[in-house]
């Protein structure tokens, strides 16, 4: 009864460990190594299922995507300033990516959460575009001044908006997805840029939303497949910054002096 009671305690259906055999959700990793990708291994771990081709594809699209933006992002800046200060490796990424909070490394998953408000509209009987507008004012009445996943701060039309889309219209054409998060989300970028003469493009955060919601990831999983992606650039720029030698990098030049507001 105790050895059961300890077994069951850490119960699991994603792996299976026991001498001379590692199954990953009832696969042989002999079987695996070799044979699958990053991508589809991720959702094999996460889904129990394997993937195919197209949608192992589509989501490893997203995946690379989202690897890096540069010292720009905090998680990035947060990652080449902790690998200065002494620690290793694994204590500069998980600085980092302790950094993908609400603001920053979110807005994926709260996107997922305003395209599925959309998509509820629409079954209930408006079409999308009506769909887009009320679901939009709802967020402002609740005071969001950002929609997430349009609009950018540094660019003023994502670059990587365009192919992410692209390859989501294919998978639709070929009936790989849907579209449905894919005609929800077009329909809030035309309601933002009705009338403007600057346009409010969908970001990465946008288009990855649009891609992991029509591969049937639910929101939350959005922030951590993001997180899995930027630990990518997280690690790049790590491992360069300690080959730089640099010692306790601060956030700003030392000939920088901060305003002292007192």
Known sequence: ????????????????????????????????????????????????????????????????????????????????????????????????????????GGAGQDCVLLLDEIRAREAAGLDPSAAAAAVIAAWRGRGVRYLPGFGHRFHTRDPRRDPLLGLVEKAVAAHVVPGDHLRAALAVEAHLNAGRSTPVPMNIDGATAVIYAE???????????????????????????????????????PAVQPTFLG
């Open 1 to 104: 009864m105790t050895d059961s009671l300890a077994a069951d305690w850490w119960g699991t259906a994603v792996s299976r460990i026991e001498p001379n055999r590692i199954e990953l959700r009832g696969t042989p990793v002999q079987d695996l190594i070799g044979t699958i990708g990053f991508g589809a291994i991720i959702w094999l771990m996460l889904r129990g299922e394997h993937p195919s081709d197209p949608q192992a594809a589509l989501l490893e699209a997203a995946l690379v995507a989202g690897v890096d933006h540069g010292p720009h992002a905090p998680s990035i800046a947060v990652a080449r300033m902790a690998a200065t200060c002494g620690v290793g490796l694994n204590n500069a990424m998980a600085s980092a990516i302790n950094t993908l909070g609400d603001s920053h």
């Open 215 to 253: 591969l049937g990831f639910p929101a939350p999983l959005a922030r951590g497949l993001f997180v899995l992606s930027r630990s990518v650039g997280i690690l790049a720029h790590a491992w360069e910054e300690m080959g730089q030698g640099r010692r306790n990098k601060g956030p700003i030049p």
